[in-house]
């Protein structure tokens, strides 16, 4: 039996009546403006399989959804959902496909109890006030797709056991208190597409980790990367997809070099400057070239100048960059995209 309300503005608590739809096994009543604790009754729903109350105003601990032994999908994104999340650590979760409590006021450690789940595919915790470091059993699920812990406090170094995630096509650590080295194996995941380790105090250098021999090209599927606002240090690989990659993905690391930065890495790791057809090396022509931009900008380009700059001053005032905004949309899209076309199974 399947009951989809979503999208119908019934406002209000859940209505207890549901309780008594002890052969449910798929609710979906999200984006219905429905608020306050989740009613006794629908915890009799001990069948549910798909349970999805995302985009309301639901308050609560997020422990009783343990009641839910057999559940595959649970929505509970942009609610107002606390506590921990011990209830993961329970045997009979290992049916869990699909898991998205992102935009809650979810606290404590990700348990570290063994969990083991063969269908696993998606865990989105995104900005919640989780803390602690990401358990090794987490990053064992073979079968896991997307991974989002983005906007926490979770501490702690990157495992190396994340590499064998093979089948991983976003990782969004983003915005937390991750310490230690990138992981060198990082090299290997050759399905990554989404990578944000942004806004972290990772270190290391980042030509190791994303340049081991020929490693490079099995990175071939990556698409958005951001590692701005860490404290790596080194050469930005070059070739493939790391060219296409701008500015934004590396800025607020003082340490690296390279392009698409303005720090030069040729002569510091033994590379000759080239020389220009003049005679003149590479830092004269560059000087000579950049006088010569600035006369243009002052005599055609003043007012662009004003534009430029005006824009940049909103920017600061609304202390969230366009880019970080645009990373954030792109790394939402790639899940909600994946996650579409295992709905059209259920």
Known sequence: MKLYLSGVNATGKIPESFGHLTSLRRLRIASCNLSGFIPKPLWNLTNIDVLDLAYNHLEGPISDFFRFGKISWLLLRNNNFDGQIEFLSFSRWMQLELLDCSFNFLTGPIPSNEFYSESLFTVSLKQNQLQGPIPKSLLNQQRLQFLVFSRNNLSGQIDSTV????????????????EGTIPLCFGEMSELQALDLSNNSLSGAINTTF???NQLA????????????NHLVGCIPKGKQFDT??????????????LPLSKDCGGN???????????????????DLSII???AVFMGYGCGLVIGLSIIYIMLLTQYPTWFSRMDVELE???LTRTKKHKKRH
């Open 293 to 295: 931009s600035w006369q």
């Open 211 to 213: 340049s081991i021999g």
């Open 245 to 258: 990659f701008e500015n934004s993905s590396y800025q607020g690391n003082d340490g690296l070099r390279g």
């Open 269 to 287: 790791e033994g590379v000759p400057q080239a020389t220009t057809p003049y005679g003149l090396d590479q830092e004269e022509e560059e000087r």
């Open 333 to 335: 899209h790639k899940i």
């Open 163 to 178: 590499c064998n995630l093979t089948s991983l096509q976003v990782l969004n650590l983003g915005s937390n208190n991750l």
């Open 218 to 229: 099995s990175l071939k599927s990556l698409e958005v990367l951001n590692l701005s606002h």
